[in-house]
């Protein structure tokens, strides 16, 4: 079983920074694939980012291109996403899922049987 918790929500201003974590049980965290994935009010959960660790293999979202940045540092365990320019659109609950022994950075949530419980994040205009 893989557990995943997630930290670094907040309130930011339009224009901000935030940097999410998503520190991951598990022994082989080096072979997990990992991704980031949201959902605001009323609207179904899209894809954000993810990254095989085994590799290095990332994949991001059209409209996140650009703006955040997916990392993995497997002696910590902690994936992250760094979120530059961020706009209210980005406001959503952010939630890190898992798994384990896959080497591709795939965006379909399907794929991921570990998921964190999430994470606010609110874009102030």
């Known amino acids: 079983q893989v557990q995943l918790v997630e930290s670094g929500g907040g309130l930011v201003q339009a224009g901000g920074s935030l940097r999410l974590s998503c520190a991951a049980s598990g022994r082989t965290f080096s072979n997990y694939a990992m991704g980031w994935f949201r959902q605001a009010p009323g609207k179904e959960r899209e894809f954000v980012a993810a990254i095989a660790l085994n590799g290095g293999d990332t994949n991001y979202a059209d409209s996140v291109k650009g703006r955040f940045t997916i990392s993995g540092d497997n002696a910590k365990n902690t994936v992250y996403l760094q979120m530059n320019s961020l706009k209210p659109e980005d406001t959503a609950v952010y939630s890190c899922?898992?798994?384990?022994?896959?080497?591709?950075?795939?965006?379909?949530?399907?794929?991921?049987?570990?998921w964190g419980q999430g994470t606010q994040v609110t874009v102030s205009s």
């Open positions: 899922a898992a798994r384990s022994r896959f080497t591709i950075a795939t965006k379909s949530p399907g794929a991921y049987p570990y």
